[in-house]
């Protein structure tokens, strides 16, 4: 069974500039996640989908930073425009669902962005 | 808030020695526990996880109970190898949609 997929691996832009991260996740998953992990920390959750539905987008900087799952399969996040403290790895997620009330299933990750903002 | 703290690391030790990585989190509710593992240019990998007091997850030789009196989820194994080299977190799962909170990680380094 393939997994989360992410792409690019590696990205350096200048402060400013826009960029773009794609994630495929687990063919049959519902939900998918998008972490960021600065270095040093564990991640922190940005956003949260439920098919193409937005489930929680409490912590997403939404001045700058946007996420779709148009047709609740593959997703993509955007930063415009970036700032130095965006540097870190941006990690998707995927999971069957998530269910109601102390939900235990597993998410999968994908191997992450790592991005750098010069 | 929500938060689950883990020790500082990192921690090396010779193969064949006990390992243990303290992980502690906020009682809000009756979260699931989980240890994420993330090998050298690897994504996180789930190594194991417990979703009710007194359970007690284990994988590949590895072992964390959920301690609902001490709000603890410590990572054990008996005898570490080369292999097991890699970034350890802790993570509680909470809330209606399920979010994961992550400790910082613990790196291991297990030298031959």
């Known amino acids: 069974e393939a997994g989360v997929a992410q792409s690019p691996r590696y990205k350096i832009i200048e402060k400013r500039q826009s960029v773009a991260f794609w994630c495929n996740p687990i063919?049959?998953?519902?939900?998918l996640y998008w972490y960021q992990q600065i270095l040093g920390q564990g991640p922190k959750l940005l956003i949260q989908?439920?098919?193409?539905?937005?489930?929680?987008d409490s912590q997403l900087p939404k001045d700058r930073f946007s996420a779709e799952r148009l047709k609740g399969v593959d997703s993509t996040l955007k930063i415009q425009p970036a700032k130095l403290e965006d540097s870190a790895v941006y990690l998707c997620a995927s999971s069957l669902e998530a269910r109601i009330r102390n939900s235990t299933d597993t998410q999968y990750f994908g191997p992450g962005t790592r991005l750098t903002v010069l | 808030g929500d938060s689950v703290t883990q020790m500082e690391g990192p921690v090396t030790l010779s193969e064949e020695a006990f390992l243990t990585i303290n992980c502690t989190y906020t009682a809000t509710g009756y979260p699931s526990l989980f240890w994420y593992v993330q090998y050298p240019g690897e994504g996180l990998q789930l190594l194991l996880k417990?979703?009710?007091?007194?359970d007690k997850g284990s994988n590949k030789g590895f072992e964390a109970t959920y301690r609902k009196e001490t709000t603890s989820f410590h990572l054990e194994k008996g005898s570490v190898q080369v292999s097991d080299s890699a970034v350890y977190f802790c993570?509680?799962?909470?809330?209606?949609?399920?979010?994961?909170?992550f400790g910082k990680g613990t790196l291991l380094t297990v030298n031959p």
């Open positions: 989908f439920q098919n193409n539905g937005v489930v929680d």
């Open positions: 063919s049959g998953h519902a939900t």
């Open positions: 417990a979703t009710k007091a007194d």
């Open positions: 993570a509680r799962g909470w809330g209606s949609n399920y979010k994961l909170t």
